[in-house]
């Protein structure tokens, strides 16, 4: 369906609905329905203008008989059928949710579900969403990076997440410290002294330690110590009192503090006694008024934990909602975090946004729209199932949005240099193809200086092909003109001449390619996304040295 007749579509239902229509509801209907449109916003406010100008001068009788005659029915007025199913419970404008990234780097293509399904849902409900740090200690092999807060900040708005408050576990440890005074005072915790070994060994034969016959009095005594630096890393923790004969072994007496002499990259050593994650969410998600919790499916202790927690403290509970794993189909997308921040310390990739680290950085470079990551997120919806998908699914949703933004322009990889016997000077040709509005380039021909791809050359030596924009040629060293005519079954391939630019590619395996291109280029801008023919899309990252981002074909 063309926009104008969306718009026509939209303008007539709100002049029946209201008499007149209204340019802003027109162009908020049109952006529901083709959100790809975002990009063209300028074009739409146009021609929503004229189309609202042209219905507001009919008369109502002739509005009907527009809508009859156009056969535009009602039930499409209606709203869009959402693709996600209802959160359970949940009540407009009182939906609270939260991020919870753990700042290790930069989020990750694989990190996106869970951003953008708390995003969605925050928004469809408008309610209120959190970004908070799940910064607590971290351990020796997944460490916080302090880079990471930014990174994550930035990737959250380039996706178009939007937040209303920021906070941060480490900010928080005196809160952890007073709720598990309470749970001592209750009776419920207790300071285990026992060698690791021994809490493993008693956990799986099911049997009680000592220390959970400690009294009060001493265990508050012996947390404070903890607190104070009086007890050594490892000589001490404090564990919650679950059942010893618990049918799941990790669920009996879980710990809930202990002491980490690490310094924490936000707030040094200024404490050493540091919670377990699900402890800090028990006590935070009551806190904070989290009504939703979205989690991923294998994470049923915590569930357990936290609900155990809330019901001791006789808190409300939130819901929790759970998804299955994200993985794509991809070599290169199953790069840890932790692996990354090594080959970036040694200098093998290029830093956090190297195409290898699938970091929402590196998608950016390489010319990924986040409207693209957020359809293909949304269109899985909220399986429990595990999926692992074929990456080209991420590039046809990006395609279906850049191909409307992006011009095409001649790159050849592995030139090779013919001439042509014709005397040309310069040649007219259209930005693109499809879209004939964009308008044309000039392009200078030097006739004796042409590159086309290696691979054309040797396919089609001898025979007649057209040289895209210009004309039909017998393909040779020298290649003779034959015919301004362009017959569809020639086969068509592209070419640079003279002048030209260098330019570099960067690939997703981190490689790089040279290739020549036709001066047009410089005409871009950083940023800018074009098509180039047979290599596929690509993002100019650097003017300067014409360094391009490979996107995908
Ligand atoms: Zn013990």
Redesign the pocket.
């Known amino acids: 369906m063309k926009i104008e007749d969306v718009a026509l579509k939209y303008a007539l239902l709100n002049a029946k609905q209201y008499g007149k229509a209204n340019e802003d509801a027109v162009i908020k209907k049109i952006l529901a329905e083709l959100p790809e449109m975002k990009e063209n916003i300028k074009k739409i406010i146009e021609i929503v203008r004229k189309v609202v100008g042209d219905v507001n001068s009919l008369s109502e009788e002739e509005v009907e008989k527009k809508i009859l005659e156009l056969n535009i029915s009602e039930v499409k007025k209606e709203e869009k059928k959402e693709i996600l199913p209802d959160l359970p419970d949940a009540e407009y404008g009182k939906v609270v949710m939260r991020l919870a990234p753990f700042p290790s780097g930069p989020l990750h293509i694989g990190n996106a579900r869970m951003v953008i399904l708390n995003d969605y849902y925050v928004k469809r409900y408008k309610g209120k969403l959190i970004l908070f740090y799940d910064d607590t200690i971290g351990s020796e092999e997944k460490p916080i990076d302090k880079d990471a807060y930014d990174l994550i900040r930035d990737g959250l708005e380039w996706l178009g997440v939007e937040y209303h408050e920021v906070l941060y576990k480490s900010d928080r440890l005196e809160i952890y410290y007073k709720y598990a005074a309470d749970l001592i005072k209750l009776g419920r915790v207790y300071v285990?002294?026992?060698e690791k070994e021994e809490?493993q060994k008693n956990r799986r034969l099911g049997v009680e330690?000592?220390?959970?016959s400690r009294s009060i009095e001493e265990n508050l005594d012996l947390f404070q110590k903890m607190i104070d630096g009086k007890i050594p890393e490892g000589k001490a923790v404090v564990r919650l009192k679950t059942d010893m004969k618990h049918p799941n072994p990790a669920f009996r007496d879980r710990v809930l503090l202990r002491i980490c002499e690490r310094e924490h990259p936000r707030v040094g050593k200024n404490y050493r006694v540091w919670p377990m994650l699900e402890f800090s969410w028990a006590i935070d998600d009551y806190l904070i008024g989290t009504t939703h919790i979205l989690r991923g499916k294998e994470l049923t202790i915590e569930d357990m934990m936290e609900e155990y927690i809330w019901e001791i403290f006789g808190w409300k509970k939130a819901k929790f909602i759970h998804y299955g794993l994200l993985r794509l189909k991809e070599e290169g997308a199953k790069l840890s975090k932790s692996k990354t921040r090594k080959m970036i310390e040694r200098g093998e990739i290029r830093g956090w946004d190297d195409p290898r680290t699938w970091s929402l950085q590196s998608l950016r470079k390489r010319g990924f729209q986040p409207e693209a990551i957020r359809n293909f997120i949304l269109k899985l919806g909220l399986s429990e199932t595990d999926v692992t998908l074929p990456v080209d699914i991420l590039y046809a949703e990006n395609r279906k949005i850049i191909d409307k933004i992006a011009n095409r322009y001649f790159a050849v990889l592995n030139p090779v240099k013919i001439s042509i016997d014709y005397d040309i000077k310069k040649v007219m040709i259209k930005y693109h193809p499809d879209f004939p509005e964009r308008g044309l380039r000039e392009v200078f021909v030097n006739p004796s200086e042409i590159y086309i791809e290696k691979e054309d050359f040797e396919k089609f030596k001898g025979s007649d092909v057209v040289l895209i924009g210009m004309f039909t040629v017998r393909l040779n060293e020298v290649s003779r003109f034959i015919s301004n005519e362009i017959l569809e079954e020639t086969p068509k391939i592209h070419w640079v001449s003279y002048p030209n630019v260098k330019i570099k590619i960067v690939m997703p395996n981190g490689s790089e390619r040279e290739a020549i291109a036709e001066d047009g280029v410089k005409e871009l801008k950083e940023g800018d996304i074009v098509q180039f023919y047979r290599i596929g899309f690509c993002r100019l990252d650097d003017k300067k040295s014409f360094t391009f981002y490979f996107a995908h074909k």
């Not at 330690?209 to 959970?212: A, I, K, Q």
């Open positions: 285990c002294t026992c809490i330690c000592s220390c959970r």
